[in-house]
C-alpha cells in the first residue's frame, strides 16, 4: 500500500524503494500468501519502474503481473486485480 500512494503521488524514488521491498517480502513468503499477493506486488513494481522511466525493466515486470493475475484461482479477486491492473496512470509504458 505504501508503495503505491508513493505511485499515485509521483514519489519516483520511495516508490520503487517500497515496491522493491514488497516484491522481496512476497518472494521470501511465498509458502504463506496467495496468488493474489504476487500479482499486486508486481503490478506495483512495474508502476513503480514505469514512474521512474525504467521503460524495459517495467515492461518486464508488466508482464509477469499479468501472468500472475491470469493465474488468481478466484475470478472475484482476478477480476478486482484487473480493474486496478488495467486503470490508473503507466507512465507511458502500458
Known sequence: MIARV???LEN???????????ADLTE???????????????ES???AYA??????EAKKI???AQK???AIA?????DIFFADFNGGAWYGVK
Open 6 to 8: 508513493h505511485i499515485v
Open 12 to 22: 519516483g524514488e520511495p516508490a520503487l524503494r517500497h515496491a522493491r521491498r514488497v
Open 28 to 42: 521470501s513468503h511465498k509458502s504463506e500468501l496467495s496468488d493474489f499477493d504476487f500479482a499486486f506486488a508486481y
Open 45 to 47: 513494481l512495474a508502476r
Open 51 to 56: 514512474l521512474n522511466g525504467e521503460k524495459v
Open 62 to 64: 508488466i508482464g509477469m
Open 68 to 70: 500472475a493475475g491470469e
Open 74 to 78: 478466484d475470478k472475484e479477486d482476478r
